[in-house]
């Protein structure tokens, strides 16, 4: 029961943190957008999640094989994770700078 009403949490608008970097200086800051995309996701409208946050994708992929990781010893796991973090990164870089245009 906690876990859905934690769910319904997650999914309603109205709980969403404000970016405090745009209200204060009227810049968007390179999380922006990621809670939005969260809740896309959700409620399962994934074109909108990566138009709202394209950076969410490579962040599940990286936090999913962080957690498998975890419990399984993966051949290679160091270059993946690398690997994933670069593109990650990238992907929010590229996100924030095509934001200003």
């Given amino acids: 029961m906690k ?12 709980y969403l943190l404000p970016c405090l970097n745009k209200q204060l200086l009227g810049v968007e800051c390179t999380g922006c957008g990621i809670q939005r995309a969260a809740v896309f996701l959700f409620h399962g409208e994934f074109l909108e999640a990566f138009k709202m946050y394209p950076a969410i994708y490579p962040l599940i992929l990286l936090t999913a094989f962080l957690l498998l990781d975890n419990f399984m010893k993966i051949k290679y796991a160091n270059k993946i994770s690398i690997f994933l973090i670069i593109t990650s990164v990238a992907t929010i870089l590229i996100n924030y700078i095509l934001k200003f245009f």
């Fill in 3 to 14: 876990i859905a009403s934690s769910i319904g949490l997650l999914i309603n608008e109205d």
